[in-house]
């Protein structure tokens, strides 16, 4: 029993060492690399840039009240359309007590004053038409009576524009309607019935009543690297692609260039804007996020190979030619001129004809998904 229990244990040690030395040659063993064979296609090239930006009107302009004062209605709201005049809201005038009680008191000082210059006149009448006093009297009593009367009617409209903000012969040209100086689209109204409001002056901008723009005269904002802004130019076509309409495309015209840079994380972003060509059937809002996809150069009808079947050595540019496909792959390196670029396929100028294979991308050994208990 101990011998054959011996000769057990020295068989199954001999082929834990054959098996041992199995795996290790298997392992030592040159691996055989297998590549995918392309052939070369007919097909176009372009290359492309991409900027990001947002759609804005072409002009905006902020409507802002002539005079201080307490919004007293809202006639407008966001989204409605308006034409040049139109009233979008009116503004109450809070008067200063002390402009207010200086205007009371001229007005005053006025009457009085041409209740006297009109007695004195009265008289003067009187005593012109008995030949008593000279012409030259007269006219000087008739002068005066006129400028009384011209002062209290000033004190009058002075009065009123403290009050109201406007006299009465100029009510048409009323300061306190805040019109709209365009036709065009109200974008915000961000002021409400009660909201006090601050006319435009040297110290301060005014409080903004309303937004107005054009909305068909749209055009697209964004940024270019500094890496293709040099490869851009005015007049050039743009692809704009609205994700918030389910990536419609519409055509756009390249009209503006900023000459400076900015850095933003690093990188030197210069300023573009495009005129958006949108139809009218489409209605596009202001802000909406937008890609400008711009074509640098384009070849068609050309030969084109995969850019990962090609190896970049310097300067120089190689393919590997297929020369044996089985039972093993045997591939000769050479060299070939090449064109642009899309990023995927790259143009192939000369070194390669239609007929030849080149080596592609590597086919790697996928490991197998083992299948789930049910």
Same mark, same amino acid.
Request: net charge neutral; proline share 4%; hydrophobic share 40%.
């Given at each position: 029993?101990?011998k054959?229990?011996?000769?057990?244990?020295?068989?199954?040690?001999?082929?834990?060492?054959?098996?041992?030395?199995?795996?290790?040659?298997?392992?030592?063993? *040159?691996?055989?690399?297998?590549?995918?064979?392309?052939? *070369?296609?007919?097909?176009?090239?372009?290359?492309?840039?991409?900027?990001?930006?947002?759609i804005?009107?072409?002009?905006?302009?902020?409507i802002?009240?002539?005079?201080?004062?307490?919004?007293s209605?809202?006639?407008?709201?966001?989204?409605?359309?308006?034409?040049?005049?139109?009233?979008?809201? @009116?503004?109450k005038?809070?008067?200063?007590?002390?402009?207010?009680?200086?205007?009371?008191?001229?007005?005053?000082?006025?009457?009085i004053n041409?209740?006297?210059?009109?007695?004195?006149?009265e008289?003067?009448?009187?005593?012109?038409?008995?030949?008593v006093?000279?012409?030259?009297?007269? %006219?000087?009593?008739?002068?005066?009576? @006129?400028k009384?009367?011209?002062?209290?009617?000033t004190a009058? %409209?002075?009065?009123?524009?403290?009050?109201?903000?406007?006299?009465?012969?100029?009510?048409?040209?009323?300061?306190?309607? =805040?019109?709209?100086?365009?036709?065009?689209?109200?974008? %915000?109204?961000?002021?409400?019935?009660?909201?006090?409001?601050?006319?435009?002056n040297?110290?301060n901008?005014?409080?903004?009543?309303a @937004?107005?723009?054009d909305?068909?005269?749209?055009?697209?904002?964004?940024?270019?690297?500094?890496?293709?802004?040099g490869?851009?130019?005015?007049?050039?076509p743009?692809?704009?692609? =609205?994700?918030?309409?389910?990536?419609q495309?519409?055509?756009?015209?390249?009209?503006?260039?900023?000459?400076?840079?900015?850095?933003?994380?690093?990188?030197?972003?210069?300023e573009?804007?495009?005129?958006?060509? $949108?139809? %009218?059937?489409?209605?596009?809002?202001?802000?909406?996020?937008?890609?400008?996809?711009?074509?640098?150069?384009?070849?068609?009808?050309?030969?084109?190979?995969?850019?990962? @079947?090609?190896?970049?050595i310097?300067?120089?540019?190689?393919?590997?030619?297929?020369?044996?496909?089985? *039972?093993?792959?045997?591939?000769?390196?050479?060299?070939?001129?090449?064109?642009?670029?899309?990023?995927?396929?790259?143009?192939?100028?000369?070194?390669?004809? $239609?007929?030849?294979?080149?080596?592609g991308?590597?086919?790697?050994?996928?490991?197998?998904?083992?299948?789930?208990? *049910?």
């Amino acid at each position: 029993m101990k011998k054959i229990g011996k000769i057990s244990m020295f068989v199954i040690m001999g082929l834990f060492v054959l098996l041992t030395f199995v795996f290790l040659w298997n392992k030592s063993r *040159p691996k055989i690399d297998v590549y995918e064979v392309v052939t *070369p296609v007919i097909g176009t090239v372009e290359n492309k840039t991409v900027a990001t930006g947002k759609i804005e009107p072409r002009d905006e302009i902020l409507i802002k009240p002539q005079i201080s004062g307490i919004v007293s209605e809202v006639f407008k709201e966001a989204g409605q359309s308006v034409q040049v005049g139109e009233v979008i809201a @009116s503004v109450k005038v809070i008067p200063e007590m002390g402009q207010l009680n200086s205007a009371e008191s001229r007005l005053k000082v006025a009457e009085i004053n041409l209740k006297q210059v009109e007695t004195e006149h009265e008289r003067q009448s009187r005593l012109y038409k008995n030949k008593v006093i000279s012409q030259e009297e007269f %006219d000087a009593s008739e002068a005066a009576y @006129s400028k009384a009367k011209e002062e209290k009617i000033t004190a009058q %409209d002075a009065l009123d524009i403290v009050r109201e903000g406007v006299a009465k012969k100029y009510s048409q040209l009323s300061n306190t309607q =805040i019109r709209s100086t365009i036709s065009g689209m109200i974008l %915000d109204v961000p002021v409400k019935a009660g909201n006090s409001v601050i006319q435009a002056n040297t110290f301060n901008d005014g409080t903004t009543i309303a @937004s107005v723009a054009d909305m068909n005269k749209l055009i697209f904002r964004g940024n270019l690297d500094e890496t293709e802004v040099g490869r851009v130019r005015e007049g050039m076509p743009i692809s704009l692609t =609205i994700g918030a309409l389910n990536g419609q495309k519409f055509g756009a015209q390249l009209e503006y260039i900023s000459p400076k840079g900015t850095e933003e994380s690093g990188a030197v972003l210069f300023e573009i804007k495009a005129a958006v060509l $949108a139809p %009218d059937t489409v209605f596009i809002r202001a802000g909406y996020s937008a890609n400008a996809e711009i074509t640098l150069a384009s070849v068609t009808d050309v030969l084109t190979i995969p850019e990962t @079947s090609v190896e970049f050595i310097n300067d120089s540019a190689f393919v590997h030619l297929v020369k044996q496909e089985k *039972p093993k792959q045997i591939f000769e390196k050479h060299p070939i001129e090449i064109g642009i670029s899309d990023g995927i396929n790259v143009e192939v100028k000369s070194g390669l004809a $239609a007929e030849e294979k080149v080596r592609g991308k590597k086919i790697e050994d996928k490991p197998k998904v083992q299948p789930r208990n *049910p």
